[in-house]
């Protein structure tokens, strides 16, 4: 689809500089502009690329002041940086914004769909399902029985949403992403055979959460896992059965949570993290990257390493750690001059 600088800049609430007629149909770096895209500048490391570049639109701060002529047309903002990130946005929703009911579908009679949806083609709807307004369902996805969707949300291709799993609002689960699989629940029997304990709970994802591709949220044993508002999920996490993850927590990639454990508000867990299970970790901590949690931690803590030390704690202790092999030679040393010292 193709813009022009006039339509670019009336949404941006900028002035245009050049030709308000020029079209752009996609989007590039300022370095790698060609014509027909659209970029931006907001870093003056990159100032000269204005001169050279071959997108067709940039757009600039208004502050910014030329030093020679531009081929380019320009628009003129506030800040470069927030309004192409806010032209991302609308971007995105005009290209996402699809609607109706592809075939071939499944849709269980007994389920409620809203107004202005879009159900692609292959998808599964099963029974008592009720699905809000504007909701999108990618192809090949599966629902199951007695789920709920609300409104605006975005369930993409592939993603497989087991029973009795609930979805609040505004909300985005990406490719591959399973909801609601059995939590890894086993008690051996009396000849050490490991049986299956029944996971008769479920998952609950309130408003505004994100989550990303090949995600794995289980559903709990008893009562409900809990992702509470406004958690975002990079790929590939594993959250495992009865956890909570509290407001606005955040959580890099191949992080995995052990069942029962409780995540306070506004975290920040890096990639790689291990946490395990039936523990409580208070509100605004920061979990560095490759940490192994092995035990509580309260509100406002920063930790590192395996087990989980105070992040300043690990540093200190690293550098003692990375010159170990020079503090052994010295010792080994001063053995054989006090050796050598006895004999004499």
């Known amino acids: 689809m193709k813009f022009k600088a006039q339509q670019i800049a009336d949404i941006l609430e900028g002035d245009v500089i050049g030709n308000p007629e020029e079209e752009v149909s996609k989007l590039s ?44 047309t320009l628009i003129k903002v506030d800040d470069a940086y927030k309004s192409f990130s806010k032209l991302l946005e609308f971007y995105n929703e ?25 159900i692609g083609a292959f998808a599964y709807i099963g029974e008592n399902v009720k699905i809000g307004n504007n909701v999108k369902i990618y192809p090949n996805t599966y629902i199951g029985d007695n789920t ?16 009795d799993t609930k979805i609040g609002k505004n909300c ?16 051996p029997d009396e000849k050490g055979v490991f049986k299956a304990i029944p996971q008769i709970g479920n998952v609950s994802i309130e408003d505004n959460v994100d989550i990303g591709a090949c ?80 035990k509580s931690l309260g509100d406002n803590q920063m930790v590192y390493g395996t087990p989980a030390i105070n992040a300043r704690d690990f540093n200190k202790s690293y550098v003692y750690f990375k010159n170990l092999p020079k503090v052994v030679s010295k010792i080994n040393q001063l053995e054989k001059d006090l050796k050598t010292q006895i004999k004499k």
Request: proline letters at 1%.
């Open 29 to 72: 770096k300022i370095e790698e502009g060609e014509k027909g895209s659209l970029t931006f500048l907001s870093n003056p490391k990159y100032n000269s690329y204005l001169y050279t570049t071959n997108a067709s639109v940039v757009i600039v701060n208004k502050s910014l002041v030329l030093e020679k002529e531009v081929k380019t």
């Open 148 to 163: 709920v969707i609300g409104d605006n949300t975005v369930i993409f291709s592939g993603v497989k949403i087991y029973s």
């Open 215 to 294: 995600c794995t949220i289980d559903r709990a044993t008893l009562g409900a896992t809990i992702i509470r508002k406004g958690v975002k999920l990079d790929n590939q996490i594993q959250i495992a059965h009865n956890v909570v993850i509290g407001v606005n927590t955040v959580i890099a990639s191949q992080t995995g949570v052990s069942g029962s454990t409780k995540i306070g508000e506004n975290c920040m867990i890096g990639g790689q993290v291990g946490i395990a299970g039936h523990l409580k970790i208070g509100d605004n901590v920061k979990i560095l990257g490759q940490t192994g949690v092995t």
């Open 94 to 118: 005009v290209k996402n914004n699809k609607t109706g009911r592809e075939q071939p579908n499944f849709i269980a009679v007994s389920s409620e769909i809203g107004q202005n949806e879009y």
């Open 172 to 187: 985005k689960i990406h490719s591959g992403t399973v909801i609601g699989a059995d939590g890894f629940g086993f008690a």
